[in-house]
Every structure is written in structure tokens, then in C-alpha cells.
């Protein structure tokens, strides 16, 4: 059974740091592009960062950009998500994903799309007070 799972997640004050783990399970996504989407309360879900199965390419939504950093270390089958310089609009569940495309390199709206990741873990909480 595949299985993402996210951890990491908590109640930070703002201009603080957390770091989310996504651990895979099942299989091995080494030649899978991963992406972490959150949700704000009441809202919908949005693209915040992806990676290229290569560990090389990267994207990020203009609201995290300079303040969080995705990487992964397929040796742990794990994808990570550092969030420095947090903010009360950072708040949200955040769910880290997998595609199903071996070795597949997109356009950049390709990484931004939900629809495009087949596998996704249960999510966890990221609070950042003021």
C-alpha cells in the first residue's frame, strides 16, 4: 500500500521555523516529481513548492518564495519542506504529493496543478501566530 506520510507541523509564533517531513512508503518515488499544497481555513487548496524527480529543478508559489525550500533525499524516500519567516497567512493543513509519471519533466504549470499528483498523504497543521 502506498502511503505519504507528512510530520513536522505545529504551532509556531510569526518570523519563526519549521521543517515538514513527507516519508513515502509502498514504493520508491525517486523518479516522481513531489509537491507540497496547503489548505487556509475556509479556503481552497493551493500549490506552495514542488520538486523535479531530478532534485534539481524547483517551484515555488510567489507567496513562500525566498522564505521556504523544498528538497528530498530519495535514499529516505522523503521529501522535505523548510518554512523560515513564517506568517499568520502561512496557517493551513499541508499536504505533500507524488505523480504517477516516471522521470517526467513538465512545463511549470504542470508542477502547480493538483490534478497532476495521483498519490498525497493525510496533511498536517501549520500554525503561525501573530
Known amino acids: 500500500q502506498v502511503q505519504l506520510v507528512e510530520s513536522g507541523g505545529g504551532l509556531v509564533q510569526a518570523g519563526g521555523s519549521l521543517r515538514l517531513s513527507c516519508e513515502a512508503s509502498g514504493r520508491t518515488f525517486k523518479d516522481n516529481n513531489m509537491g507540497w499544497f496547503r489548505q487556509p481555513p475556509g479556503k481552497e487548496r493551493e500549490f506552495v513548492a514542488a520538486i523535479q524527480w531530478t532534485g534539481i529543478v524547483t517551484y515555488y508559489s510567489d507567496s513562500v518564495k525566498g522564505r521556504f525550500t523544498i528538497s528530498r533525499d530519495n535514499a529516505k524516500n522523503t521529501a522535505y519542506l523548510q518554512m523560515d519567516d513564517l506568517k499568520p497567512e502561512d496557517t493551513a493543513v499541508y499536504f505533500c504529493?507524488?505523480?504517477?509519471?516516471?522521470?517526467?519533466?513538465?512545463?511549470?504549470?504542470?508542477?502547480?496543478?493538483?490534478?497532476?499528483?495521483?498519490?498525497w498523504g493525510q496533511g498536517t497543521q501549520v500554525t503561525v501566530s501573530s
Open positions: 504529493a507524488a505523480d504517477r509519471m516516471s522521470m517526467y519533466m513538465g512545463i511549470d504549470a504542470y508542477y502547480r496543478d493538483a490534478s497532476n499528483y495521483d498519490y
